[in-house]
């Protein structure tokens, strides 16, 4: 058995090419980390148009685009970049397109008093179907799925419904870290519908989405193998999901030096995927 790992990073931020908030950082060293210890890594996030593309050496990875990712009724064109985290031998994806990525602002419009956008949902269903889609034509089998944040959190529901029976992620288990967001704005009224994909019936739906943000994130925590914190408390809401359902793993990464954060994870994942990976 080997203890070296296929290891996906789903995120929104990444240093140096997004900064959101600090855990930018931290996403970037603990993927950089792991492959020092000879893990093999992928990073995918958004393209948003805030990341500019030539100062950060962004180019499209032909073979990977192409693929229309269905949103609702729509269809829309996915074009997967890639860029190199600067003097690390590490790549970054980006998912991207025209219409739900290439604007100057990240998640609130500045043309609507900062206003969440009206179709965020719509951005994370096409990433999160999306970044599936992208690891299965890149023919690579992750081991574990690490997913950040509230944007990432429809990707442990479609692995476990929609994708359970595909090879690609027959071993795949899936690690959520829910972060204090503060994301108070209402999902729009037909977003189940949009979300959905063949096997996943109304009424699990329904279960796990409660039309709103939270309620996305609570889906990521409940279908999950195993809970992570990103921020030292959650909102009441969330901390409670985490303890009914008894996967709370307590870790604030906040003030931690980085190498405890890398050593941290790297034991965790070695527990959770030893006895599971071949």
């Not at 025209?98 to 604007?103: I, L, S, W």
């Not at 977003?191 to 609570?218: C, H, N, P, S, W």
């Not at 901390?239 to 996967?247: A, N, S």
Request: net charge neutral.
């Amino acid at each position: 058995m080997t203890e070296k790992f296929r290891i996906l990073y789903a995120t929104m931020e990444i240093a140096p090419f997004l900064k959101i908030t600090d855990a930018a950082d931290y996403l970037s060293s603990l993927p950089q980390g792991l492959q020092e210890q000879g893990h093999e890594i992928r990073i995918l996030m958004p393209k948003f148009g805030v990341i500019n593309e030539r100062r950060n050496k962004l180019h499209e990875v032909v073979r990977l685009s192409g693929i229309n990712i269905r949103v609702g009724n729509e269809e829309k064109p996915l074009t997967i970049k890639v860029a190199t985290i600067p003097n690390v031998r590490l790549q970054v994806y980006f998912l991207d397109n025209e219409d739900y990525f290439q604007r100057k602002s990240v998640l609130n419009d500045p043309k609507n008093n900062n206003h969440f956008y009206k179709d965020n949902d719509e951005r994370a269903i096409f990433f999160c179907k999306g970044l599936i889609e992208t690891v299965k034509k890149l023919g690579w089998n992750p081991h574990l799925i690490h997913c950040h944040g509230w944007m990432t959190a429809l990707i442990p529901l479609y692995l476990k419904t929609h994708y359970k029976d595909d090879p690609v992620f027959k071993y795949t288990k899936i690690i959520y870290t829910a972060y204090n967001e503060n994301i108070n704005f209402p999902l729009p009224l037909n977003f189940i519908e949009k979300a959905r994909l063949d096997g996943i019936d109304t009424e699990v739906m329904r279960q796990y989405v409660d039309g709103t943000y939270e309620g996305v994130v609570k889906s990521g925590i409940r279908m999950a193998d195993f809970v992570t914190k990103g921020s030292p408390e959650l909102s009441p809401g969330l901390e409670e999901c985490i303890r009914q359902l008894k996967k709370d793993v307590t870790y604030d990464f906040n003030g931690q030096d980085k190498s405890s954060y890398i050593n941290y994870y790297s034991q965790l994942y070695k527990e959770i995927l030893l006895g599971v990976v071949a």
